[in-house]
């Protein structure tokens, strides 16, 4: 069963750029599956950030595309997530999900424990 | 975007209470709708997918029914274990986008 671990500093500043990387185990990022991230802002719902696959395509939430980044390195198993000019509106949990699909449908089967990211000076 | 709107909001109830959670998107989205339970710091589990599909190991006493823009997940004898907030998401188009959540609380 495929694991995902979410790392990263737990404070940035505001202006600056949040870095985080899922490590995968338990399976290759190389499958089939695509590979996602989800924030979840205190007492708020969840939100879909965007997601890549192992060849490197990506698709992204509109709303956040022209500040997020996301990248995926195979010799380590592990994609990775940029958010540039951060605000305090950006201060959430950050979940990494594998996407799977059966027929036409998609779904986040697995999911990370997640990483609370604050935006603070 | 597609906007996912759940009814309830939070709800009270009793163990072995029969309990039934709406989810209406703004347009029509098939049966491309899943459903994810959370509890208190844990990340989303993944209950319900394409509306009616129950996720392996997930007990049976949850269903996911409906189409279109109008869908339900019931639980049909409400156990200990099942107090949590319970999102909707929609998988028809990018971004995939969730409800604000339902919270089931003990009554």
């Known amino acids: 069963q495929v694991q995902l671990q979410e790392s990263g500093p737990g404070l940035v500043k505001p202006s600056g750029t949040l870095s985080l990387t899922c490590a995968v185990s338990g399976g290759s990022i190389s499958s089939s599956n695509w590979w996602s991230w989800v924030r979840q802002p205190p007492g708020k719902g969840l939100e879909w950030i965007g997601e890549i696959y192992h060849s490197g395509s990506t698709n992204y939430n509109p709303s956040l595309k022209s500040r997020v980044t996301i990248s995926v390195d195979k010799s380590k198993n592990q994609f990775s997530l940029k958010l540039s000019s951060v605000t305090a509106a950006d201060t959430a949990v950050y979940y990494c999900?594998?996407?799977?699909?059966?027929?036409?449908?998609?779904?986040?089967?697995?999911w990370g424990k997640g990483t609370t990211v604050t935006v603070s000076s | 975007d597609i906007q996912m709107t759940q009814s309830p909001s939070s709800l009270s109830a009793s163990v072995g209470d029969r309990v039934t959670i709406t989810c209406r998107p703004s347009?029509?989205?098939?049966?491309?709708l899943n459903w994810y339970q959370q509890k208190p710091g844990k990340a989303p589990k993944l209950l319900i997918y394409?509306?009616?599909s129950l996720q392996t190991g997930v007990p049976s006493r949850f269903s996911g029914s409906g189409s279109g823009t109008d869908f339900t997940l019931t639980i049909s004898s409400l156990q200990p274990e099942d107090f949590a907030t319970y999102s909707c998401?929609?998988?028809?188009?990018?971004?995939?986008?969730f409800g604000q959540g339902t919270k089931v609380e003990i009554k």
């Open positions: 394409a509306a009616s």
């Open positions: 347009q029509s989205i098939s049966s491309y």
């Open positions: 998401q929609q998988s028809y188009s990018t971004p995939g986008t």
């Open positions: 999900a594998s996407r799977r699909q059966w027929q036409d449908y998609y779904y986040m089967d697995v």
